[in-house]
């Protein structure tokens, strides 16, 4: 065929005009299905699967305009109408017209997708809403805060319950990938219901607010829940829920997975099966566990002490509770943080209770974090960072995980990029915590970035000024940084708030360094007549005998430590600071290899680069 009657055959059988209303159907069939998909919390994959179907569809639809043709008495093949025949023509023009009808739905609604809100809700629908600036623009309209739940019980003992329910649906909600859920620390400062609700969610970095009230009596619970959009104050949703005890947990579930659906979140099968599984059927043994947990976040040696009953007593009546043997393994992996107890007294229990744990159930995020902690002490860093990862896919919003593990195996195998974004991304997810706060600090004192440990700690200082670990933190980044009297200052000030042997080891180093070794002296007689009564670490005493240039008296020391457990003490070998005038010293070289070899340790600080 001549290529010039071929393109006006085209032309004639109207193909050209069929390529055109085609490619402005489909158009709008792929921005339907982008639009009702994710609204419908439907698979992704549908609206893959729409793609690929419209794509083949073209080829098809243009064979079939070239060999056919649509007449009154019905479709011919193009072959039977005659070439001057007006039936083409006119079927060109309702393709032209239709073309042009469907261009102008496909502006409209590209104009819509311009101009519409980022987020659409039950409430934006009734209420104008005010624009938001929000901290963090990906996640802005997804991420949430829970506050503290109001105790409306006659007892006031029951503030355990509430604070409990509290936790329970911002756990589940954690669950979701798709979600920014700000930690429970960093909420509990405020009340429910607050007067400067934006400002709140401003200072969290968050666009949405919950908000609770529990009561319960006897066996009866009612919890009741709004949801607020900070920015203009809107109720997205609020609902009461009145349940026995003992059904509490599908409550806390329905609350957790409506919150989802409100803010448009994507939920995976896992995510939902996780948020909707309730971790006993004893009523008693979660009210127990809420005790347990009530006392455990209290964070003194006596409170870690009545946790321990408390979760013991939980296990007591339901065997499996898997959260509970997880409180109970945290609480003793904590006492001798704390100095309530020596590592090698407490670490077997915390084993013992977290291997059960997993036993029960190897999808919690909770137990994996803390087998990577014990893992640490172990200094299997290997294990801790595959269970770290775990924990965080398990609950991407576990705050304490990506603390944990920041400054954990990553920080002592100098994976600096990874470690420093693991503990930004638990200051995001907890803006408002100390401890991660501080940590974050601590993280780059151990990579040598003293200006930025520097403000990083004068920051958390700002939050709480009493805070003695931020204050002991910051002299250790002033004396690396050769300001060593403003790091006495520090060091003393922490040792006033606080009586941490480990403070006053840090004043003791410093008093050596600035050549008042009377004060060092007396500070290391102090720690050696208290570790015969409670538990003083290694690294400690290491520490002061450093600054009195005893270099052999410290090892002494920090092997002692590894002998008896203290993995805590001294995983980091490796990049602290502290430790720099021991290095090449074969004693110390040595046990650096048994605690990370040189092979292992230049491997992974290369990788991370």
Known sequence: MNPRNFFA???RRNVYKVAVAYAVVGWLVMQIAATVVPALHLSDTITSAVVVLVLLGFPIALILAWAFELTP??????EDVPPNESITRKTGRKLVGLTIALAVIAVGLLVFQFLRPKSLNKAALSTPSAPTTPATPALADKSIAVLPFDNLSRDPDNAYFAEGVQDEILTRLAKVADLKVISRTSTQKYKSAPDNLRAIAQQLGVANILEGRVQKANDQVRVNVQLINAANDAHLWADIYDRKVTDIFEAESEIAKTIADTLRAKLTGSEMAAMAKAPTADSEAYELYLKGNYFWNKRTGADFHKAIDYFNQAIAKDPNYAL??????DSYLLLSNYGAAAPQDSMPQARAAAQKALKLDSNLAEVHATLAILSQGDFEFKRAITEYERA??????????HHWFGDGPLMALAMTNRSIAEGKRSVELDPLSLINNADLGWVYINARRYEEAIAQLRKTIEIDSHFYLAHYYLGEALQLKGQLTEAIV???????LNDDPLALAFLGHAYARAGQKDKAQEILGRLTEEAKSRYVS????????????EKEEAIDALERAYRNGEGDDIYIIRVDP????????PRFEALAEKIIPAREFAKAATSSK
């Open 73 to 78: 008495e019905g479709i011919k093949r193009a």
């Open 324 to 329: 509970a043997y997880v409180g109970l393994a």
């Open 538 to 549: 290694g690294y400690s005493l290491a520490l002061v005998r450093l600054g009195l240039g």
């Open 9 to 11: 055959e085209l032309k």
């Open 392 to 401: 965080i896919q398990l609950s991407p919003n576990y705050a304490m995980a």
């Open 490 to 496: 520090e060091y003393r000030a922490a040792v006033e």
């Open 578 to 585: 502290f430790l720099d005038d021991l290095r090449g010293h």
